[in-house]
Every structure is written in structure tokens, then in C-alpha cells.
């Protein structure tokens, strides 16, 4: 299957493509967007300026007086055809583990997730800690971890009324998702739990320590751990 046919590119107003990957296969479609957008970052096209991945697709930022759609298209076909033939540059993923007081204050609707999900709050934690998480790809706001949801039942569905803010390092789940919020926010996702960990550090570059591809492991905290914990910045385990 050549790059013609595993990748759509739109126009996405004047000085921006959308890719998407179109094999079907979710995890092909995703490594597909996150190689594409590495290899854009270290070619060093004049002209483009940024390549943000999600999921299953990319926008490509350009300068539309130094190039132009068609010529950033050509480009984004250049780099499907040789990724397809030597093949994504990979690195090894970093593991993070993310301690986590579940309930109470700290996880106000972790009741509402239970009920909805016809289980045990106590089941509820058990499944949220019990797998390592991919992080999939970095979103709103500071460069939230976006990552696959634990193996609930069914999907947990979005409040109703979102809160006006939820505080930093709010840990959520909704639909077939789970997040960590690196800085307070307003937020519709249901919160289960807080870590006392800090995620964001706007004195370091990056703002957050992980990337796409890096792997989280939540592990539950007492509520009389968390001040132990507090400010302590998220780091890569050893």
C-alpha cells in the first residue's frame, strides 16, 4: 500500500494542511501521523513552521509567503514515500508513574463514573491503575497527556454542566479517554482523582516532561500522601 493511498490531505484555510491517516487500524493510523509530523520537524523545510499529530491526523503549519498547499503537499508525499521505504525513526518510550488520590475532594464524580459504569467505586480505581497508558498525543490545555481510557464497560459520558475550573494535575476519563490536567481549567470530563505531582513548569523547555509515545502507570495515594507528593515534578523513572 503506497502513500497515495494510506494518507487524505486537505487544504485547512490559507497557510495550513490537514493529514489524515486512513488505514482504519488505529494504532497504524496513529504512528503513521507521529512519524510524518518527526520527520517534518527535523527536516527543516523553510517554510513550514509546525506539525501538530493527534490520533490519526497532523496539521502542517505553513508560511504561506514562503511556500504554498501544493508545494507543502508534494512535501508531505515525499516524506509518506520515505518513511515507507526506510521506515519511521523510532525512539525508546520514557515511563512515568503518576501517584494518584482517587475520590473525596480530589475525584469528586468518581461516584457518577462508578453508578454509570454499574461497578464499585473500588473497581473503578482498580481498573484506572491496572494498565500502563500511551500517550497519544498532547492537547488542551499546556499539553495535556491524551491517552486511551482504562477498560470500563462503557464509555463514561462528558457532565452536563462543565466546572469553570479544574484544578492542575485533575486526573479525568470520558468516552474511550483518560487525561491529566497540567494546569487549572475549565473542564466537562469527569474527575476521578488528583495527583499532587506538577506536570507544567513554565521555565522549562519543554513545558511538560513526556511526548507522545511516552507511558504513564497511575498507582493510588492515600488523601494523607498528597501533601508528600505536592509540587514534586513529574519525572521519567530511571
Known sequence: MGASTTIEVHEA???????????????????TVHALAG?????????????VPTYDSLLVEFDSHLTSARQVRAIV???MRQID???ATSRTPRQFEVPVVYGGQFGPDLARVA?????????????H?????????????AGSPMMDGP?????????KDPRISVPAGAVSVAGRQAVIAPASAPGGWCVIGQTPLTLLDASREPLVPYLPGDVLRFHRISPEDFARYDGQPLEALP
Open 77 to 79: 508525499l515525499l516524506a
Open 85 to 87: 521505504f526506510v521506515g
Open 13 to 31: 484555510g490559507d497557510a495550513a494542511l490537514r493529514v489524515v491517516a486512513t488505514t482504519g487500524d488505529r494504532e497504524h493510523d496513529w504512528k
Open 39 to 51: 520527520w517534518l520537524d527535523s527536516s527543516g523545510m523553510d517554510g513550514i513552521h509546525g506539525a
Open 151 to 159: 477498560d470500563f464497560p462503557l464509555p463514561v459520558p462528558r457532565l
Open 115 to 127: 453508578d454509570h459504569e454499574g461497578l464499585g467505586v473500588e473497581e473503578i480505581i482498580r481498573l
Open 129 to 141: 491503575t491496572a494498565k500502563s497508558y500511551v500517550i497519544r498525543c498532547l492537547g488542551a490545555p
